[in-house]
């Protein structure tokens, strides 16, 4: 009994009678509001335990010798498929012109319609009896070997289609003056398919594998045969001055994208009325700064985030700006880790027990000073003090 007595003396919630109580409508308002108050914090912090919250952190980035993708997804309006050319360039000194692997090329009309979606360099149409290296036309049961016009590395190299002529012609850094007398090129109608495309659009799609290292790359009236967008201005009665360099990025990212990353050239455009069209470069600048993002299972999400600033560079002076649309990109030294963490089950029974204490200390204090501000009111109404 002795210890019942001692235990019943550390009790530090004394107990009030209750004939000693007095309930008052202000305090059975204030115990709602409370209560209500108390209920939407409880929920809040059930949402957020369930949930995971992304910390972030900032470090320097020492990663060396990666490589990144580059994904894009682009629409010119004004601009044929045959014409546009994606080139790549770094201060390491590696570029890559006129680029035809993982990108895939969409012919639309003047309403954006798709008229043919193709992957660069398939779909050459297959030519009965073509010229052979050895001058003769392709006899029955022989292989085929084109001639590749003096551009040959070695001996047994053979140039089968228009493409692998020109490839030959730009590794050597030669020009062909006159395309209708390669015989691969007459056959599969290299000339007539770009006066087949005049006034057409073109949407083009993929990625480039570029070097983790400052660069750029470019979609610009590709290079035919060693020769510049001028070559085409005879045949398609096109002059270079007025090519019309309207854009819509319907996607741009680098990297592999991850949960929240906000791409901000994703539906941008810069359009022109083709009467009124400008020659010269329009420059995007970008700033990339690596991201890694780990989730809650702790896999690992290595991409990139980027701003950017865009300028319009008229062909005006000497030496004119090549013409094209130009992203010319360098890389943070910082770089951002996101993680993904779940709150843990003792900060949220610390939150739970703060949430309930704190409003019920709150809460009475404010129903005290109701309490006895009514009374004293009414005391000195009862004295005829008041007013």
Same mark, same amino acid.
């Given at each position: 009994?002795e210890?019942?007595?001692?235990?019943? +003396?550390?009790?530090?919630?004394?107990?009030?009678?209750?004939d000693?109580?007095?309930?008052?409508?202000?305090?059975?308002?204030?115990?709602?509001?409370?209560?209500?108050?108390?209920?939407?914090?409880?929920?809040?912090?059930?949402?957020?335990?369930?949930?995971?919250?992304t *910390?972030?952190?900032l470090?320097?980035?020492?990663?060396?010798?990666?490589?990144? /993708?580059?994904?894009?997804?682009?629409t010119?309006p004004?601009?044929?498929?045959?014409l546009?050319?994606?080139?790549?360039?770094?201060?390491?000194?590696?570029? $890559?012109?006129?680029?035809? $692997?993982?990108?895939?090329?969409?012919?639309?009309? &003047?309403?954006?319609?798709?008229?043919?979606?193709r992957?660069?360099?398939?779909?050459?149409?297959?030519?009965?009896?073509?010229?052979?290296? /050895?001058?003769?036309?392709?006899?029955? +049961?022989?292989?085929?070997?084109?001639?590749?016009?003096?551009?040959?590395e070695?001996?047994?190299?053979?140039?089968?289609?228009?493409?692998?002529?020109?490839?030959?012609?730009q590794?050597? =850094?030669?020009?062909?003056?006159?395309?209708?007398?390669?015989?691969?090129?007459?056959? *599969?109608?290299?000339?007539?398919?770009?006066?087949?495309?005049?006034?057409?659009?073109?949407?083009?799609?993929?990625?480039? &594998?570029? &070097?983790?290292?400052?660069?750029?790359? $470019?979609?610009?009236?590709?290079?035919?045969?060693?020769?510049?967008? &001028?070559?085409?201005?005879?045949?398609l009665?096109?002059q270079?001055e007025?090519?019309?360099?309207?854009?819509?990025?319907?996607?741009?990212?680098?990297?592999?994208?991850?949960?929240?990353?906000v791409?901000?050239?994703?539906?941008?455009?810069?359009?022109?009325?083709?009467? +009124?069209a400008?020659?010269?470069?329009?420059?995007y600048?970008?700033?990339?700064?690596?991201?890694?993002?780990?989730d809650i299972?702790?896999?690992?999400?290595?991409?990139?985030q980027?701003?950017?600033?865009? /300028?319009?560079?008229?062909?005006?002076?000497?030496?004119?700006?090549?013409?094209?649309?130009?992203?010319?990109?360098?890389?943070?030294?910082?770089k951002?880790?996101?993680?993904?963490?779940?709150?843990?089950?003792?900060?949220?029974?610390? +939150?739970?027990c703060?949430?309930?204490?704190?409003?019920f200390?709150?809460?009475?204090?404010?129903d005290?000073?109701?309490?006895? =501000? $009514?009374?004293?009111i009414?005391?000195?109404?009862?004295? =005829?003090?008041?007013?």
């Amino acid at each position: 009994m002795e210890l019942w007595s001692k235990l019943r +003396n550390l009790d530090a919630y004394p107990k009030v009678n209750e004939d000693f109580y007095s309930r008052t409508l202000s305090g059975g308002l204030i115990t709602i509001l409370s209560s209500l108050a108390i209920l939407l914090l409880f929920f809040s912090e059930i949402r957020l335990y369930l949930y995971s919250a992304t *910390e972030s952190k900032l470090t320097v980035d020492t990663s060396r010798g990666e490589r990144l /993708h580059i994904n894009f997804d682009i629409t010119f309006p004004a601009l044929p498929c045959t014409l546009v050319a994606v080139d790549t360039m770094d201060v390491s000194g590696e570029q $890559h012109y006129d680029i035809k $692997h993982d990108v895939t090329k969409t012919r639309i009309d &003047n309403l954006g319609n798709s008229i043919e979606s193709r992957k660069d360099r398939v779909g050459a149409p297959k030519i009965e009896r073509p010229l052979q290296k /050895h001058g003769g036309r392709l006899e029955h +049961n022989e292989v085929y070997c084109g001639s590749c016009y003096g551009s040959e590395e070695t001996d047994d190299q053979c140039c089968n289609s228009c493409d692998d002529v020109r490839d030959a012609y730009q590794k050597k =850094g030669w020009a062909i003056t006159n395309v209708e007398l390669i015989d691969q090129c007459k056959r *599969e109608g290299f000339v007539q398919r770009y006066r087949d495309e005049r006034g057409e659009g073109c949407n083009i799609r993929g990625f480039v &594998n570029v &070097n983790k290292v400052a660069g750029n790359f $470019h979609f610009a009236p590709g290079k035919n045969f060693g020769q510049p967008f &001028n070559f085409l201005a005879d045949l398609l009665n096109v002059q270079p001055e007025t090519y019309n360099i309207s854009h819509k990025i319907n996607k741009l990212s680098f990297g592999e994208e991850f949960p929240g990353v906000v791409n901000p050239l994703d539906g941008v455009e810069w359009m022109l009325d083709n009467s +009124n069209a400008l020659a010269g470069m329009y420059q995007y600048f970008v700033k990339v700064v690596p991201t890694i993002y780990t989730d809650i299972r702790g896999r690992k999400i290595y991409s990139n985030q980027f701003s950017v600033t865009e /300028h319009f560079r008229e062909a005006i002076g000497y030496p004119k700006p090549p013409t094209g649309v130009y992203f010319f990109y360098e890389f943070s030294p910082i770089k951002v880790d996101f993680t993904e963490e779940n709150t843990s089950l003792l900060h949220f029974l610390t +939150n739970i027990c703060a949430i309930v204490g704190g409003i019920f200390t709150v809460a009475g204090i404010i129903d005290s000073f109701v309490y006895h =501000g $009514h009374r004293a009111i009414k005391k000195k109404m009862e004295l =005829g003090k008041l007013g």
